[in-house]
């Protein structure tokens, strides 16, 4: 599993060869696994194939250039009418979230995640775009497609930001 997670990578270009919906519901169904709040599971997944509507989302979303090769995307949504309490949708939806990105690692799919939530303008414009409930909220939405681009495995492990029982004690100042 630490392969999985540090072999992926945010990918912006992708082949034209399009996912099959197999491994999409596979993608779905781990998202579905994510751990959240009382187990409330107040998330909602549109999944996005239509090119007209991949052209819409470049128009209000100002980093989604990647939609113009992507074979899909997945919109994530929380309803806070279903989360535990107030706030913990964007906890639920972020771990979904990462569900996706892993799941599709595995599967030889890139991804790359695109930030909507806080950006009120952004949620707004996807609120609009799909016709969202009142109480649902848009968190991220994710780009898929087969990559066509290499990205190398950098060194993301850093043991100073690492602290033992409390802040600032190192392990070997124990």
Same mark, same amino acid.
Request: hydrophobic letters at 45%.
């Given at each position: 599993?630490?392969?999985?997670?540090? +072999?992926?990578?945010? =990918?912006?270009? $992708?082949?034209?060869?399009?996912?099959?919906?197999?491994?999409?519901?596979?993608?779905?169904?781990?998202?579905?696994?994510?751990?959240s709040a009382a187990n409330k599971q107040p998330?909602? !997944?549109?999944?996005?194939?239509? %090119?007209? =509507?991949?052209?819409?989302?470049?128009?209000?979303? %100002?980093?989604?250039?990647? !939609?113009?090769?992507?074979?899909?995307? =997945? &919109?994530?949504?929380?309803? &806070?009418?279903?989360?535990?309490?107030?706030?913990?949708? &964007? @906890?639920?939806?972020? @771990?979904?979230?990462?569900?996706?990105?892993?799941?599709?690692?595995?599967?030889?799919?890139?991804?790359?995640?695109?930030?909507? $939530?806080?950006?009120?303008?952004?949620?707004?414009? !996807? +609120?609009? &775009?799909?016709?969202?409930?009142?109480?649902?909220?848009? $968190?991220?939405?994710?780009?898929?497609?087969?990559?066509?681009?290499?990205?190398?495995?950098?060194?993301?492990?850093? %043991?100073?930001?690492? !602290?033992?029982?409390?802040?600032?004690? +190192?392990?070997?100042?124990?």
């Amino acid at each position: 599993m630490l392969d999985i997670i540090k +072999k992926r990578r945010s =990918i912006r270009k $992708f082949t034209a060869e399009k996912i099959g919906q197999e491994k999409i519901n596979a993608i779905l169904e781990a998202a579905m696994y994510a751990p959240s709040a009382a187990n409330k599971q107040p998330w909602y !997944f549109i999944v996005i194939d239509e %090119p007209s =509507i991949m052209k819409k989302i470049m128009e209000v979303h %100002p980093h989604s250039r990647m !939609f113009e090769t992507a074979s899909h995307g =997945i &919109l994530v949504c929380g309803d &806070l009418n279903l989360q535990h309490g107030d706030g913990y949708w &964007l @906890a639920d939806c972020g @771990a979904a979230t990462q569900n996706i990105l892993l799941a599709a690692s595995s599967l030889s799919i890139g991804s790359c995640w695109l930030g909507v $939530f806080p950006r009120v303008e952004r949620m707004k414009a !996807f +609120k609009e &775009l799909f016709g969202l409930s009142q109480q649902v909220e848009v $968190f991220s939405l994710i780009a898929l497609g087969y990559a066509a681009e290499n990205k190398a495995i950098p060194e993301r492990y850093h %043991p100073e930001k690492v !602290f033992m029982n409390k802040w600032g004690h +190192k392990k070997n100042e124990l």
